[in-house]
């Protein structure tokens, strides 16, 4: 079975004095149903290339929570995750590794490869269409794409949208109506990033709302 790792968010408890690593339930019975073995992980592990090596991971999730530490986000940051996830993400290119972005995992993944993020209105709590587009992308992102709708519905939680820009080897996959970017595919890597939540689909979705089986 393969390994899948999760980033996960950071929970800030000063009552105990402690900021823990926090992981949504959903996403350990999502990946188990796929037939994947979830792996949380430490955002605050210093040698992430040895920690990489030792858990012999198959792909990576990073998931959503926290707003990113750049002058794109908003509200306080976790800042041991944006390091974390940076040299994760790093790793994980000079490898081949698989990686999904969610919601925050996408933001991160346009800044990674040099887009920007944007403030945008009404795409909080709520469900909307998107449309497809993107040009010809290697598998597995490729195979992704191709089994998605021309226009399809999801779920919504996010207040910044992505703008991957001409130099940033990504590319926009899908946009809502009010033309925001919804999902971006790298050229090369097999690297995906979507601004919905398939663990958050109840049931689990099948379809364009999960990408896990066909990405991993």
């Given at each position: 079975m393969k390994r899948i790792g999760l980033t996960q968010r950071v929970e800030r408890v000063p009552a105990h004095g402690e900021r823990r690593d926090c992981l949504d339930q959903r996403w350990g019975r999502l990946l188990a149903s796929r037939g994947f073995v979830p792996v949380p992980l430490s955002n605050v592990v210093d040698d992430v290339r040895r920690y990489l090596e030792a858990l012999g991971l198959h792909g990576v999730i990073l998931t959503g929570g926290d707003h990113i530490g750049s002058p794109d986000g908003a509200g306080p940051s976790a800042p041991e995750r944006d390091?974390?996830?940076?040299?994760?993400?790093?790793l994980c290119s000079a490898r081949g590794l698989p990686v999904l972005g969610v919601c925050r995992g996408a933001q991160m993944l346009c800044l990674f490869h040099g887009g920007r993020l944007r403030r945008v209105a009404g795409h909080v709590a709520r469900r909307h269409a998107v449309t497809r587009e993107g040009g010809e992308l290697p598998a597995?992102?490729?195979?992704?794409?191709?089994?998605?709708p021309?226009?399809?519905e999801?779920?919504?939680y996010h207040s910044l949208t992505l703008l991957p820009g001409p130099s940033s080897r990504c590319i926009p996959l899908a946009r809502a109506d009010d033309g925001s970017v919804e999902a971006l595919g790298h050229v090369e890597l097999p690297q995906l990033g979507i601004l919905?939540?398939?663990?958050?689909?109840d049931p689990f979705a099948e379809g364009p709302l999960d990408v896990i089986q066909a990405l991993f």
């Open positions: 390091r974390f996830e940076r040299e994760l993400l790093a597995p992102v490729g195979r992704v794409v191709r089994h998605w021309a226009r399809f999801v779920n919504s919905w939540h398939p663990e958050r689909e």
